[in-house]
């Protein structure tokens, strides 16, 4: 099968930060592929070498068989960028910026005005397209970026971020909107996030990426699974090297990740497994605070994958945005 994107060994080096470490996946025709990763992951990184931007320091990259070191004209005709940051002007209408998207993008003259109406409905914007952006929501101007990155009819469209730092029932509407274009245009679609929820929503397969590395890339469901079905989730009072190890030895435990007094175990058989801690607590005295069993969810992979939350440093990131936010407000 033909691949739409293929890295091999990608790697860029910012003096002596590697953003991106080593990185090889393929992303098949259609497919929607997500790479899931804590700020610096290098998820950015990765997506600007991939639309032609950066240069990387070593490894390869196709875009529809383009290399986007030496073919970029090609790549960059091929595929569609919506960058994290949204890139509309505020002080155009929303069909202003359409416009100047279509002549950046060289779409031929005789077809501007269909190709902006096409886009316009499907993101749900025709009624608002003759008023400044100044007055559209957060959602809505992530809409219209969207829409600018569709204008061209690409093969490949890249989202990095889509939904960041918009509230949870936008984020869903933007979801459905991708679903909708995804079908739409057949297009291969490839996205960064940082919400597990996103990635399970959208994405075929994921990529979980960490510190320029991936991790690992499976489906969503197959990530799951490979926990087992069941996630326990233990408070004990003081730490207890050998209440962990008794706690290893349980058939039916596939793993277990300790944070201190909190330990989650991943066991594909909660109600065999439960009792058996309780007779190893009271073995050794160790007092549960609390106990609960629940079902994976993509946070549990990714902490198995990475041993930390992806939520670690959201306190700098959402910092990030609203230095970014108050210098558009200045602007
Ligand atoms: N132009 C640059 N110069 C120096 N370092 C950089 C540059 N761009 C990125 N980095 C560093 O590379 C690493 C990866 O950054 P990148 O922006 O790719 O992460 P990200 O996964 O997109 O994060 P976020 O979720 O915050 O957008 C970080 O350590 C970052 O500080
Ligand atoms: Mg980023």
């Known amino acids: ?25 393929s992303v098949d ?17 990765t997506m600007m070498i991939l639309t032609t931007l950066l240069k990387p ?34 002080y155009l209408t929303g069909r202003e910026n359409l416009l100047l998207q279509a002549k950046l993008n060289h779409i031929p003259k005789d077809q501007i005005e269909q190709r902006i109406d096409e886009v316009l409905e499907l993101i749900e914007l025709s009624d608002k397209q003759n008023e400044s952006v100044v007055t559209y929501s957060g959602g809505m101007r992530k809409r219209l970026d969207i829409a600018g990155g569709l204008l061209h009819r690409p093969k490949v469209l890249f989202l990095d971020e889509p939904t960041v ?17 995804h079908k739409e245009f057949e297009m291969t679609i490839f996205l960064t996030t ?11 397969r994921i990529g979980i990426i960490d510190g320029g590395k991936i991790q690992v890339i499976d489906t969503p469901e197959n990530m799951k699974n490979a926990l087992g079905n069941e996630v326990i ?28 007094t909190k330990l989650t175990l991943f066991a594909s058989n909660g109600a065999e497994v439960i009792p058996q801690i309780f007779q190893i607590s009271s073995k050794l005295n160790v007092k549960i605070n609390s ?35 108050m210098k558009r407000l200045r602007a």
């Not at 293929?6 to 996946?25: I, P, Q, R």
Request: proline content about 2%.
């Open 233 to 260: 989730s233990i408070v004990v009072d003081v730490e207890n090297p050998e209440f962990l190890s008794e706690l290893e030895k349980i058939e039916f435990v596939k793993k277990i990740n300790q944070d201190g």
């Open 194 to 204: 940082h919400y597990m929820e996103e990635t399970d929503q959208l994405c075929d």
């Open 1 to 25: 099968m033909l691949h739409s994107i293929e890295t091999k060994s990608l790697t860029k080096s910012f003096g002596d930060v590697v953003a991106v470490n080593d990185v090889s996946f």
């Open 165 to 181: 730092g918009l509230d949870i029932q936008t984020r869903r509407k933007i979801w459905e909107y991708i679903k909708k274009i």
């Open 291 to 325: 106990i609960s069993l629940t079902q994976p969810t993509l946070d549990d992979v990714f902490i198995s994958y990475t041993g930390h939350e992806i939520r670690d440093d959201d306190s700098g990131f959402n910092q990030k945005r609203e230095h970014a936010k």
């Open 57 to 90: 320091t070593s490894g390869q990259a196709l875009i529809n068989e383009f290399d986007v070191m030496r073919e970029p004209k090609k790549v960059r005709q091929t595929i569609g960028y919506v960058q994290q940051e949204t890139a509309v002007d505020e």
């Open 29 to 45: 025709s259609g497919e929607i592929f997500g790479f899931l990763g804590p700020n610096g992951a290098g998820k950015s990184t």
